[in-house]
């Protein structure tokens, strides 16, 4: 049986004297310091060496290990808490001397950074929030991780990504962008082993380097949480993996490299994995952690979404934008898709037409599955989300195809509803016509929602069956039918008002278009910010006439709520209004009451007009303006 060496830096003297020599295993153990013992080389194959020091004498001592053979136990310092919770070392030097005297002893690969012993993790550049403990130095819970997510949060702005060249050892070249990389072998309880303890093994010979790159601030926040809290079973989209025994890694421009937290140089650096290089005795926890992990022989290379492409790379060296930045192929076939549905063809015409033909006939019939129909038929929709993608990005091309169609469009409908109008020997308003006829800030939230889902569907082509449902939530040719049977009937009112509930719905899915299409990284903010300031004016001017018709839509919902339904006394009988209508007139100022007024069949005589009036007046005088006439036109009924 071999000698049991306890080899202490002189540092750590004091705490020996108090805390171990008196302890319950001080008999079985040979007492040296660290200078002494590497200068003795006296250890063999048979012995084993329990290491109490700083970081610096542990990795010469393990290093040392490799040429003569003896296995290493580790007894961590009180403040060493990476170290304990790395190699799940117990906090009780009584129970870590146990352990490294009873623990099972393997053989386990070991990672270096050149001639430097790696014990717990490299950080290259900047990678939030490495370092933080998610299992066991954040056992309080989540306060404990919110203030890592703060602490991480404040670092948003100062992030900058250099250009990484990778190389592995098979000879896979990787060109890439990245604010950090971390490369760990253990389970060390961050935030970063967290995120790949699935790649990682003690004997298949690989480190694991995370690639912590976000696109956009937001995506950076995405990520931190799914870090911080465990949120995802999956790597965040800001998160690139290389698994390989080897790894050569050059930076442009050049990142700072720290080892196990302590500063050791700059890139370009190699990290390279030495199998079998340390006999480690450890805690069954430990173990049971770390071989728990499938071993495979191939290299992994998972960059997911980190950019690859040259113009990617240029754009990434910048500040972490707000928005990500979208791919070149995803680039392209956007643009190509958007130029073609932004042309004027023949297809466009007809169809226009045809919908326009069963918008309006529908209103006629006040046929809602008709009008549907004619929504869905209506190619509207494509040449408005071109327009849009063209005022974001100040293409003139683009934004001139698509104006001109949405405009040669609009003149199709008006020209086809207003000669069916004047043709047809109809002129009864519908409540499908009706219904257009009183636009609100309620329609202009339906059209930016539809503009949002517009272009995130043109975005991706899995969700691109869902434009129809677009196409139904926010009508575009029923409202300009509408105002092209306002004109056939010379209806001013009916055309003022239904094509403001088109330019509600134009005005509102271009905005929104246009900003969902920046969010989504088809244009930086610097060059969108002229279009979207546009199509801001726009939306406000909009706004002014809808806010007053909102408001004029309130007091009428506040008015029925104080008449409709509800039983009153008057002239000695019980009186209820039903079927409540109301209309408003300018020039005079008028409001109008239309209702059926229902008086039980008990007493006598009738309810006197002028009674009604006051009643109803002093009800809703709140609502009522100073110059507003009040008229009401009543029905009688009597309830038996």
């Excluded at 056939?488 to 009112?493: L, Y």
């Excluded at 008449?563 to 109008?592: C, G, M, W, Y």
Aim: proline share 3%; glycine share 6%; charged share 20%.
């Amino acid at each position: 049986m071999g000698i049991h060496y306890f080899v202490y830096d002189c540092e750590s003297e004091a705490e020996v004297e108090k805390e171990i020599r008196g302890g319950t295993y001080a008999q079985e153990l040979t007492f040296i310091t660290v200078e002494a013992f590497l200068k003795t080389k006296r250890a063999t194959e048979e012995d084993k060496v329990i290491i109490f020091a700083e970081i610096g004498e542990i990795k010469r001592l393990i290093a040392q290990s490799f040429v003569f053979g003896y296995s290493v136990a580790i007894v961590a310092k009180k403040e060493q808490k990476n170290l304990r919770d790395t190699f799940e070392i117990p906090k009780a030097y009584d129970e870590a001397i146990k352990v490294a005297l009873t623990g099972e002893c393997r053989e386990i690969d070991l990672l270096y950074c050149h001639d430097e012993v790696v014990l717990w993790s490299a950080l290259i550049g900047e990678a939030p929030p490495h370092g933080m403990m998610v299992e066991k130095q954040l056992h309080g819970g989540r306060p404990s991780r919110f203030f890592a997510l703060l602490h991480s949060f404040a670092k948003i702005f100062k992030l900058q990504k250099s250009i990484i060249h990778l190389r592995t050892f098979k000879e896979q070249e990787i060109h890439t962008a990245a604010s950090g990389i971390v490369v760990i072998e253990h389970d060390n309880h961050t935030c970063a082993s967290n995120l790949v303890k699935e790649f990682m093994n003690l004997s298949d010979g690989k480190m694991v380097a995370l690639l912590v790159s976000p696109s956009s601030v937001i995506e950076y926040i995405a990520y931190l949480y799914k870090a911080i809290f465990g949120w995802t079973k999956r790597l965040p989209k800001a998160v690139g993996v290389v698994l390989s025994e080897r790894l050569d890694i050059e930076a442009t421009p050049p990142l700072e490299v720290k080892i196990d937290g302590e500063v050791y140089g700059q890139t370009p650096v190699r990290f390279e994995m030495h199998k079998k290089a340390l006999k480690l005795c450890a805690s069954k926890a430990f173990w049971e952690k770390e071989l728990s992990r499938k071993s495979d022989d191939k290299e992994v290379v998972k960059l997911g979404s980190l950019p690859v492409a040259k113009s990617e790379l240029e754009y990434t060296q910048k500040h972490i934008p707000f928005f990500p930045h979208a791919d070149t192929q995803r680039y392209q076939e956007l643009f190509a898709q958007l130029r073609d549905e932004a042309r004027l063809s023949s297809t466009f015409v007809v169809l226009m037409i045809l919908s326009t033909i069963l918008a309006t006939v529908g209103l006629f019939l006040n046929s809602s599955s008709v009008v549907i129909g004619a929504m869905l038929l209506a190619p509207l929709m494509q040449p408005i989300v071109s327009y849009a993608m063209g005022l974001l990005r100040f293409d003139m091309d683009l934004f001139w195809q698509g104006l001109r169609s949405v405009t040669i469009g609009i003149l199709l409908v008006l020209g086809t509803s207003f000669l069916l109008a004047w043709l047809l020997p109809f002129q009864t308003v519908t409540s499908e016509i009706a219904g257009r006829l009183h636009p609100t800030l309620l329609d202009l939230i339906v059209a930016i929602v539809s503009g949002i889902a517009a272009a995130y569907a043109k975005n991706n082509q899995k969700i691109i069956g869902s434009l129809a449902g677009v196409s139904i939530a926010v009508a575009l040719v029923p409202p300009i039918s509408t105002a092209g049977i306002g004109l056939g009937w010379s209806e001013w009112a009916i055309f003022q008002n239904a094509f403001l509930l088109f330019l509600t719905n134009f005005a509102g899915i271009v905005f929104a278009a246009a900003l969902t299409f920046m969010v989504l990284g088809f244009s930086p903010v610097k060059r969108a910010k002229n279009g979207l300031f546009l199509s801001t004016v726009t939306l406000l001017l909009i706004s002014v006439p809808l806010y007053f018709s909102f408001a004029l839509m309130v007091k009428d919902a506040k008015i029925k709520e104080k008449l409709e339904q509800k039983q009153f006394v008057l002239d000695d009988r019980n009186v209820s209004i039903e079927n409540l209508l109301i209309a408003h007139t300018r020039k005079p100022d008028n409001l109008i009451l239309r209702f059926d007024l229902v008086t039980q069949s008990s007493g006598e005589g009738k309810v006197r007009g002028d009674a009604l009036k006051a009643m109803i007046k002093q009800r809703i005088a709140p609502y009522l303006n100073r110059k507003e006439n009040l008229i009401l036109e009543v029905s009688r009924r009597t309830r038996y």
